[in-house]
C-alpha cells in the first residue's frame, strides 16, 4: 500500500478509487467534454478527431465552430485550405478550454492521413504548436499526437529536438514503444482496449485481470522502460472496464473516459499498486535492438498489432474526413 493511501487510512477518510489511483498515477481525461474534465479533475488531458468531432455534435460545444468558422472567414483562404485552416483553429480552441481546466497538459492529434508523411507530420505538428503559441500557450502544456508509424516515430524524433513534444498514439506493440525510446518521445499512449478487442474476436473468448492481452501489453512496455531507464512516458489508453485501469495503477499516467472515471469514483475498495518502477529493474529481459526493417518486419510479424495500427489510422481519418464534411456544410 502506498504511504500517501496508509496516511488517509490512519486519518479515517476512505477515498473513492479515483482518488486512490491519482496517489499512484497521473490521471488525464479521455474526452472532448469540458464539464466532465471539471467534475474529476484530471492532471492532463487528450483529445482525437472523433472526440472533437462527437464534441462539435453537442449543442453546448458547436458554439466552438461557430466562433472559429466567423474568424477565420476573413483569413482569404478557399476550398480544402480554408477547410483545413478551420479544423487547425478548432482543434487548438478546444485544447486551449480544457487547459483552462487542468493544470498539465493537452494532446492534440495531427491528421491521421499524414501517419506515412514524415515531412507532412512535421509541418502538421509546428502549425498546431505555433497556433498555440498565438494564443499564449507555451509547448511545455502541448503534447503532439502522432500514429506509432516508422515514419511517424521519425518525425516525432525531429520535433523533440525542436523542442515540441509528442505523444506517439495507436500503439499496440513493444517494437513501437522501443522505436519511441529511441528517438526520445515525451510520452507513448499503448491502446488497453483494442488489443483485449483482437484477442476477445480472435480466440472467441473474454479475458480479466491480469490476463487481459491489452494490460499485459501495456505492463511489458512499462518495464522494458522502467529496467532500461528510458524517460519516455507510459500512458495506457482506450479501456473497456475499470478492471483494465486497476491492473495498471501505478503505470506513469492513464488516459480514462469520463464514464469509467465515473465508475472509479463510485467504489472505494482499496487501490493496489500493479506496476512498480522499483521492481521492473530487476527484470529478467533483453534490450531490442531495432532498425527500419527489423521494425517493419516485427510490426508485420505481429498480426494484432499490425491490423489495429492499420484499422487505427484508418478510423481517425475518417472521423477526420466526417468533420471536414461537417465544416464545409457550415460555410
Not at 49 to 54: K, T, V
Not at 69 to 92: F, P, T, W, Y
Not at 209 to 221: H, L
Request: charged share 30%.
Amino acid at each position: 500500500m502506498s504511504t500517501a493511501i496508509a496516511e488517509e487510512k490512519k486519518a479515517g477518510t476512505k477515498l473513492n478509487q479515483l482518488e486512490q489511483l491519482k496517489k499512484l498515477t497521473k490521471v488525464v481525461a479521455d474526452t472532448g467534454d469540458f464539464e466532465s474534465i471539471k467534475d474529476f479533475k484530471p492532471q492532463d488531458a487528450t483529445t482525437n478527431p472523433s472526440l472533437i468531432y462527437a464534441a462539435t455534435q453537442k449543442p453546448l460545444y458547436v458554439h466552438l465552430l461557430d466562433e472559429v468558422i466567423a474568424d477565420r472567414k476573413k483569413s482569404g483562404l478557399s476550398g480544402a485550405a480554408q477547410i483545413e485552416d478551420i479544423i487547425e483553429h478548432l482543434l487548438v480552441k478546444f485544447g486551449c478550454e480544457m487547459l483552462k481546466i487542468v493544470p498539465g497538459r493537452v494532446s492534440t492529434e495531427t491528421d491521421a492521413r499524414y501517419s506515412f508523411d514524415f515531412e507532412g507530420s512535421i509541418q502538421k505538428a509546428r502549425q498546431l504548436i505555433k497556433l498555440y503559441a498565438e494564443r499564449g500557450i507555451g509547448r511545455e502544456r502541448v503534447l503532439i499526437k502522432i500514429a506509432s508509424t516508422w515514419e511517424g516515430v521519425n518525425a516525432a524524433e525531429q520535433l523533440q529536438k525542436e523542442g515540441i513534444k509528442c505523444n506517439l498514439t495507436l500503439m499496440f506493440s513493444l517494437p513501437q514503444a522501443v522505436c519511441c525510446a529511441e528517438a526520445k518521445v515525451q510520452l507513448i499512449s499503448p491502446f488497453v482496449g483494442r488489443i483485449y478487442d483482437w484477442y476477445k474476436k480472435e480466440n472467441k473468448r473474454d479475458y480479466s485481470g491480469p490476463e487481459d492481452p491489452g494490460v499485459q501489453s501495456v505492463a511489458e512496455i512499462f518495464t522494458y522502460y522502467k529496467k532500461f531507464g528510458i524517460p519516455t512516458e507510459v500512458m495506457g489508453a482506450s479501456f473497456r472496464n475499470i478492471g483494465q485501469i486497476r491492473e495498471l495503477a501505478g503505470c506513469d499516467c492513464l488516459t480514462i473516459s469520463p464514464e469509467l472515471m465515473k465508475e472509479l469514483s463510485e467504489s472505494a475498495e482499496p487501490l493496489e499498486r500493479k506496476l512498480d518502477p522499483e521492481k521492473a529493474k530487476s527484470a529478467k529481459i533483453e534490450k531490442l535492438e531495432l532498425d527500419e526493417k527489423k521494425f517493419r518486419w516485427m510490426l508485420n510479424d505481429n498480426a494484432m498489432a499490425y491490423e489495429k495500427t492499420g484499422e487505427g489510422i484508418r478510423k481517425f481519418a475518417a472521423d477526420m474526413v466526417k468533420l471536414e464534411k461537417f465544416v464545409a456544410s457550415k460555410l
